[in-house]
C-alpha cells in the first residue's frame, strides 16, 4: 500500500523510534527533528510519518500531510526565532539535486546569510 513504511529507511526507523533523533517537533502526521550534519545554525528536517520516496510523490498522494509539512516547517523556523531574519525550505529531490535519503523531508535552514542562486 502506497506510503507504507519500509524496512531499509532511515527516517522509518527514526519515526518508528528504532534510530535515536533530537526530535523538535511532532504531529499526528510529521515529525521534525535537526539534521546530524548541520549546515546553519537552525537545520529542521521535518518528515511525514508516512513512507514517499520525495516531496512530489507525496502531495501527489496526500497534499493534505504535503501541506502539513510547510506549516510545521514555518513553525520550526518560528520556534528557533528565524522566522524574522528569511529561512529556507529545501526538498532536495533526486541524487542528482543531492537526495541521499528517500524519504520526503524538508530542510529548514536559517540563522545565517544565504547566497541566491544557491550551490
Ligand atoms: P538529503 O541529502 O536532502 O537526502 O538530506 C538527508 C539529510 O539527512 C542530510 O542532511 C543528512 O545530514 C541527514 N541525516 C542523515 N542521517 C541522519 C540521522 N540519523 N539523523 C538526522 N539527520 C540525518
Ligand atoms: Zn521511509
Redesign the pocket.
Known amino acids: 500500500m502506497a506510503g507504507e513504511r519500509q524496512a531499509d529507511c532511515?527516517f522509518c526507523k527514526?519515526v518508528a523510534g528504532e534510530?535515536?533523533?533530537?526530535v523538535v517537533r511532532e504531529t499526528e502526521t510529521t515529525l521534525a527533528?535537526?539534521?546530524?550534519?548541520p549546515?546553519a545554525p537552525t537545520?529542521v528536517?521535518v518528515i511525514p510519518k508516512v513512507h514517499y520516496p520525495d516531496a512530489a510523490t507525496l502531495a501527489a498522494a496526500e497534499p493534505g500531510i504535503a501541506a502539513d509539512i510547510l506549516r510545521e516547517s514555518a513553525e520550526v523556523a518560528a520556534e528557533d526565532k528565524t522566522a524574522g531574519s528569511g529561512y529556507r525550505i529545501?526538498?532536495?529531490t533526486g541524487s542528482g539535486a543531492?537526495?541521499?535519503?528517500?524519504h520526503a523531508?524538508a530542510?529548514v535552514l536559517g540563522g545565517r546569510g544565504f547566497n541566491w542562486p544557491p550551490g
Request: charged share 10%; proline share 4%.
Open positions: 532511515l527514526i534510530v535515536p533523533a533530537t527533528f535537526r539534521d546530524i550534519n549546515q537545520h528536517l529545501i526538498f532536495n543531492g537526495q541521499t535519503v528517500f523531508h530542510h
